[in-house]
């Protein structure tokens, strides 16, 4: 369906304006990492005093007890994102603010150990953006139950997020909520996107996690749209081939998504048997499905970083991040990951790739392949 079709359709379904020209002006972005949804990796000094087995923000709170847990995360919120951060990634030349959070956010029952108050700072995180002229996309970056296991889920261990019809419930009650929020006339120009859940993990129970994953993603997507018309909805592609998602273009039942693709180049086996050399030219690889992608669906690179394995100490991470923007823009865009690093790691921090002259975020970003 081409664009102006597609434009037409839209209009015929009473839809409203949209607040980006998604696949026309480029996403250039970055993700407020450990902010809202602790990652001890990344803001270590939030879990000091802890016993070494304290992970995640699940057993902070569970070790702290609410009282201490919510002092200590106020202090934290209070401090490691504020205005100015904003107003100096709308002047580097950002236009889009990824902010990951938890269901807890919206959603504590009796039992969980989560502390409330966080959805406080997504309503300052829409101001500011709203205040410096920047999109905001709100992430379910941790599920009821971890989508994936993994600490940034909020609670490392069982992957517990499909096996109960309550999670998926749950989870789509909470983006429920944040669409109707985000439909207020205040935000719907502000938050453009709605993305249903970050990083679901299939592997070890692959076609049973990948059909309930299509339920909650049809679930999830008709609770938005009951409040929504406006908002971009994005998919995670669940580390799997991207055309695995293309139904979500082809089903009319659906309009308006997008897909999300994390491309690092440090996670997992084979990474550290390539040269600096190798690594910086790899993203050439990426152009040709990130354009077939982006030709069935909005497509970005929802997360991505100057890192490559740490034994290479690589000294070229300039041309290397140049050869990334180049890469994910032959798609709809980019969020880098992160905003900021507490022990200054520059590889996986915008402030500190930006003040060593890694990043240009307006470009231009020319490929050498």
Not at 146 to 168: C, K, P, R, V, W
Not at 285 to 312: C, D, F, I
Not at 331 to 353: M, V
Request: aromatic share 16%; with cysteine.
């Amino acid at each position: 369906m081409g664009k102006l079709l597609l434009a037409v359709v839209l209009v015929t379904l009473g839809t409203g304006a949209i607040a980006w020209p998604y696949g026309e002006v480029k996403v250039r972005g970055v993700n407020v990492g450990s902010w809202l949804l602790l990652e001890k990796w990344i803001t270590p000094n939030v879990f000091d005093g802890l016993p070494d087995w304290v992970n995640d923000e699940y057993q902070l709170c569970e070790y702290l007890g609410y009282d201490a847990a919510l002092q200590r995360l106020r202090s934290h919120w209070e401090t490691w994102v504020v205005e100015a951060d904003f107003a100096s990634w709308a002047a580097a030349g950002l236009n889009h603010v990824r902010l990951p959070i938890g269901y807890w956010a919206l959603d504590i029952k009796a039992g969980e150990p989560w502390v409330s108050g966080s959805w406080d700072y997504v309503i300052k995180a829409a101001e500011w953006c709203k205040k410096y002229n920047l999109q905001l996309m709100v992430d379910l970056h941790g599920a009821p139950g971890s989508q994936n296991g993994n600490d940034h889920s909020g609670h490392a261990g069982t992957i517990g997020f499909y096996y109960s019809d309550e999670n998926l419930q749950r989870a789509t009650n909470v983006l429920g909520r944040i669409a109707q929020w985000a439909n207020a006339t205040e935000w719907r120009q502000t938050v453009s996107i709605i993305q249903l859940l970050n990083e679901p993990v299939l592997w070890d129970d692959y076609n049973y996690r990948l059909q309930r994953l299509k339920d909650f993603y049809r679930m999830a997507y008709d609770e938005v749209r009951r409040y929504n018309d406006v908002a971009v909805v994005a998919v995670h592609d669940a580390f799997i081939d991207l055309n695995n998602w293309y139904y979500l273009r082809d089903d009319p039942h659906y309009f308006w998504v997008m897909l999300d693709t994390h491309l690092y180049q440090v996670f997992g086996d084979g990474w550290g048997d390539m040269t600096c050399g190798q690594h910086a030219n790899h993203p050439c690889s990426y152009h040709q499905r990130l354009a077939e992608a982006n030709q069935k669906l909005w497509t970005v690179v929802g997360e991505w970083s100057a890192a490559t394995p740490g034994q290479l100490n690589c000294q070229n991470q300039a041309f290397f991040t140049r050869q990334q923007l180049a890469a994910y823009e032959v798609a709809s865009g980019w969020f880098f990951w992160s905003h900021n690093h507490a022990q200054g790691w520059r590889e996986w921090s915008f402030k500190h790739s930006m003040e060593s002259g890694w990043i240009n975020p307006s470009g231009p970003n020319l490929p050498q392949c």
